[in-house]
């Protein structure tokens, strides 16, 4: 029989799983309600995921989206993988260990004004690319930090046994070192496209003016701030669900993605 | 050398080389701004003053940073409050399923972030689920203000990094070795005093890091206090956003950026000494 | 044992980590086809010299000649010198048939080649069952098998192993031990070993070098190190030793009221602080001091531990010196086959004498 202990603990973490996820799934009711509207059940419908497909502008923002997640993706997870290697490779001094760190927790807003303060300085064009450069930052360290914990727990003689048995250095980082941090590669690449998919502040700041380098989140932003829109309900359910199954394939790529 | 010279460049390089273009050059460039004035149609005009910083202690500003601080501690706070309850069951449930429950707990962290705020908005609004469920229970005649105040922030962004919250807790008190509560025991101290005299000592690393992680995510943050906010409770991060898009007072905004980035390296460092301290005295929570 | 030709040579090699020099102007002779152990205390330099054998770690003076040509320039992917890892450092993403190929595909052999002698090795280790596991499905003496036949496939001048048992629990490690002996006898391979189990040492290498403090205290077959130890150091490194501690005079040390008689290293004139030792089975006991030539020393049994084969007595001898360097006044131990002596013919709190013969007594440096 379990003690009164036991009870209230998983008492309360149903409440917390509740508190997770109720307003999670209220959206996602809402997005098949009729009339659209956030107060009361009018009946099933699809029709807002029909406007959602059919709005030029969330569409264009989607692929807007994608592209800089996929550029920014490709491009974080070169530099950062190799940066992995070569800090565990060598013990790295605090300094560049502070460099890795900091686009993790410097707040959103402080990078993304440096990095408009920046560009704007060069006066380089902002446009799509420039959101690319900017997400590359956070990404690379979160890529970084992913493969350095897959790193961690190598034994690093396997790298000697592959030069011991004649390997130049180049073909036992293809041959050795590549094929076994690849699943945390290929985690730290899902985290970095789930991130860039995800960000909105730096995306804002650095897109520049016009609607051509809209992102999905500067789109949901403006819908939230001026003036609820029903397909929001619509969008944020595609958009969770795509968020989901991206975590979950990363996570069985490669525990310890989410944390675990 | 020269091999090893070479195998560094081609590793760290190109990672290091970007982060130094987009991430140290941008930075350093906002210091130095929060040291020029501000320039008459915005922009900055290159005459060196420290009157950004004295501006910055200003009451008005002083009284934001204060405001940002509380609502950041509430939401810490609360997080922990509710968050280490829930690492302890997970902890304590059987090992093969404590990884799904973790995962379960993860999973709304890295979904979008706005439509996680966006969603609170839907349930606290005047006509939203919580207001008509407390109707309709019969415990409020009109509806309550919850939107738009302090009480939505500090939900949101509980809401937000609770599952953080429950990662760092968790990740401590399954590294405690369960023979040390068992010692405890043996020696004769029930269950809740082996809680307080043991577990929550061993576990306060992950507290701390819990903790900090909140308060420094929330202090800057901008999406939630402006949407949850509505613009009627001002935090750093709202007041950073308008000197640079709204006053356009780069130097002002700079300055802000920087105090903000000071105070949480202090906690962070404050942190990572508790522990190191945590880990010099006893490895056992550490093993 | 008669005198093979020379496969590597070292030649005052020295390395320093900081103010600690881990290998100290350490000469050394590896000869063709025999099994060499390196022996010494945890921190004596002897990871440290496999591994400049092996091109990991450069020598900071010295060279390292490998059939007369200097390696030190020489890079460890291209040197004919295999290390087999304490940790054994198996491919975890490569089967045991892909890891033991790897060495060969370096070298560039061809597939029917690399197919040929992955086969002759997994015969010989007794892998052919497991050829298609991933080492995380291998139990430890398998894994170690692995590690042995990755570095054998490539035929190397030398093979070196660095703790290559100390993973293994003890009835493996023992078993093991005659394996990799009969193994270096088949491919007649230079083996080079690491460890600092003594025991180990003796069951197996055809010679060994006693290394403390980065330097070579001694070389030598087993037996010489045992009967013949050059310093005290070695005489208590290698199995049990007794120490008697007194004034040296040639091959004699003073000792209580007498003098114990034996010989001294290469016939050095010892004068000066001294010890003779002697090994515990030499060692008989009487009641009375013995008549003759013999040496003897008194003392009170204070301990008889029964050990099977054998009997450990333990007597408190005034002025003897443990193996361990204690102080003076501790025991002696007496080790009697049990088939002679019987059951209840010493017992504790008797006094004996402790005799044995000068051939068996070394007189050596304090």
Redesign the interface.
């Known amino acids: 029989m379990p003690s009164p202990?036991?009870f209230w603990?998983?008492a309360?973490?149903r409440l917390?799983?509740l508190?997770?996820?109720?307003?999670?799934a209220?959206?996602m009711v809402?997005s098949f309600n009729r009339a659209g509207l956030?107060?009361a059940w009018t009946g099933f419908s699809l029709k807002w995921y029909g406007a959602l497909a059919e709005s030029q502008a969330i569409i264009n923002a989607a692929l807007n989206t994608l592209i800089v997640a996929v550029i920014s993706t490709v491009l974080a997870t070169?530099?950062?993988a190799?940066?992995a290697?070569?800090?565990e490779?060598r013990r790295r001094g605090p300094g560049?260990e502070a460099?890795?760190f900091?686009?993790m927790?410097?707040?959103?807003?402080?990078?993304a004004?440096?990095?408009?303060?920046?560009f704007t300085?060069l006066d380089f064009t902002l446009g799509l690319h420039s959101i690319i450069?900017?997400h590359?930052?956070f990404n690379?360290?979160f890529v970084?930090a992913v493969v350095r914990t897959r790193l961690r727990s190598f034994?690093w003689?396997?790298f000697?046994?592959?030069?011991?048995?004649?390997?130049?250095?180049a073909?036992t980082f293809r041959?050795?070192i590549l094929?076994?941090i690849f699943p945390g590669v290929l985690a730290g690449a899902m985290?970095a496209f789930?991130l860039s998919?995800?960000e909105?502040?730096i995306a804002y700041?650095t897109a520049g003016a016009g609607q051509s380098s809209t992102t999905l989140?500067m789109q949901?932003?403006s819908m939230?701030?001026f003036g609820?829109t029903p397909e929001?309900n619509a969008m944020?359910t595609v958009?969770?669900l795509v968020?989901?199954t991206?975590?979950?394939l990363a996570?069985r790529a490669n525990?310890g993605v989410?944390?675990? | 050398m020269p091999r090893s010279l070479l195998r560094d460049w081609l590793l760290l390089g190109p990672g290091l080389t970007w982060l130094a273009l987009f991430l140290v050059v941008p930075c350093g460039m906002l210091l130095v701004f929060a040291f020029f004035e501000r320039g008459v149609y915005g922009g900055i005009d290159y005459i060196f003053t420290l009157e950004n910083f004295s501006r910055a202690i200003d009451p008005l500003y002083l009284s934001i940073f204060l405001t940002s601080a509380k609502v950041a501690g509430l939401a810490a706070v609360i997080a922990l409050l509710i968050g280490y309850p829930a690492a302890y069951a997970i902890a304590r449930a059987p090992a093969r399923r404590q990884t799904a429950y973790l995962v379960l707990v993860m999973l709304p962290f890295w979904s979008n972030y706005l439509i996680r705020t966006y969603a609170w908005i839907v349930l606290l609004n005047r006509e939203g689920l919580v207001n008509k469920g407390l109707a309709g229970l019969g415990l409020v005649s009109e509806p309550l203000p919850l939107l738009y105040n302090e009480f939505a922030i500090v939900t949101g962004l509980v809401y937000n990094y609770l599952p953080f919250v429950v990662l760092a807790i968790y990740s401590s008190i399954s590294r405690l070795n369960p023979e040390v509560l068992e010692a405890s025991e043996d020696l004769g101290a029930s269950a809740p005093r082996t809680f307080w005299r043991v577990t929550l000592p061993l576990t306060l690393p992950g507290v701390a890091a819990g903790a900090v992680f909140v308060f420094v995510l929330s202090i800057g943050n901008f999406i939630t206090p402006d949407l949850l906010g509505g613009g009627r409770l001002q935090m750093v991060g709202n007041v950073i956003y308008d000197q640079f898009l709204t006053a356009r007072d780069w130097p002002f905004g700079a300055t802000l950026s920087f105090i903000l980035i000071g105070i949480m390296m202090i906690l962070l460092f404050s942190q990572a000494m508790l522990v190191r301290k945590a880990q010099g005295e006893g490895g056992i929570a550490h093993a | 044992m008669s005198e093979r030709p020379t496969v590597i040579a070292i030649e005052g090699l020295t390395k320093r980590f900081g103010e600690i020099t881990a290998v100290d102007a350490v000469d050394l002779d590896l000869r063709e086809n025999e099994f060499f152990a390196l022996l010494g205390p945890s921190g004596c330099g002897k990871t440290t010299l496999l591994r400049m054998i092996a091109g990991f770690t450069g020598p900071d003076a010295g060279r390292i000649l490998l059939d007369g040509r200097d390696m030190t320039p020489v890079r460890p992917n291209r040197r004919p010198v295999n290390l087999m890892f304490q940790s054994y450092a198996l491919f975890p993403h490569m089967t045991v048939t892909q890891n033991i190929a790897y060495g060969l595909e370096m070298e560039g052999c061809g597939r029917d080649e690399i197919r040929r002698r992955v086969g002759e090795m997994l015969e010989m280790t007794e892998l052919s069952p497991l050829k298609d596991r991933k080492p995380e499905h291998l139990s430890g003496g398998q894994r170690q098998r692995v590690a042995l036949a990755r570095a054998l496939v490539k035929r190397p001048r030398v093979l070196l192993l660095d703790e290559p048992l100390g993973a293994l629990d003890k009835k493996l490690r023992e078993q093991m031990q005659l394996e990799l002996k009969r193994m270096q006898h088949e491919v007649g391979i230079t083996f080079v070993i690491v460890t600092h189990d003594q025991e180990e040492a003796l069951v197996m290498a055809d010679r060994i070098a006693v290394l403390k403090d980065g330097r070579v205290m001694q070389v030598g077959a087993p037996r010489e190190l045992y009967e013949y130890p050059a310093s005290r150091f070695v005489a208590g490194f290698i199995g049990k030793m007794n120490f008697f501690a007194g004034q040296g005079r040639g091959a004699e040390v003073a000792f209580g009221d007498g003098v114990l008689t034996g010989t001294a290293p290469g016939g050095v004139e010892l004068a000066g602080p001294a010890v003779a030792a002697v090994r515990p089975e030499r060692l008989r006991l009487a009641p009375q001091r013995p008549e003759g030539s013999l040496n003897a020393v008194p003392g009170r049994i204070v301990d008889i531990a029964y050990h099977g084969q054998d009997l450990n007595v333990h007597v408190e001898v005034r002025g003897a010196v443990d193996s361990a360097g204690g102080e003076a006044g501790a025991r002696v131990l007496v080790r009697l086959p049990a088939g002679e002596a019987e059951e209840g013919d010493w017992q504790a709190g008797q006094d004996v004498w402790c005799c044995w013969a000068p051939a068996h007594t070394r007189v050596l440096a304090m």
Do not use: N, W
């Not at chain 1, 004004?113 to 920046?118: K, N, P």
């Not at chain 1, 592959?162 to 390997?167: E, F, H, K, R």
């Open positions: 202990a036991r603990l998983g309360h973490l917390v799983y508190f997770l996820y109720v307003p999670i209220v959206l809402l956030p107060t070169l530099l950062g190799l940066l290697v070569g800090m490779y560049l460099m890795l900091a686009p927790i410097i707040p959103d807003i402080v990078l004004i440096a990095l408009l303060s920046f300085l450069l900017s590359v930052v690379i360290a970084c034994d003689a396997v000697e046994a592959s030069v011991d048995l004649g390997a130049s250095e073909t041959r050795i094929p076994m985290l789930t998919v995800d909105f502040i700041f989140p949901i932003y939230i701030r609820v929001i944020a958009v969770m968020s989901f991206l975590v979950l996570q525990k989410v944390g675990v």
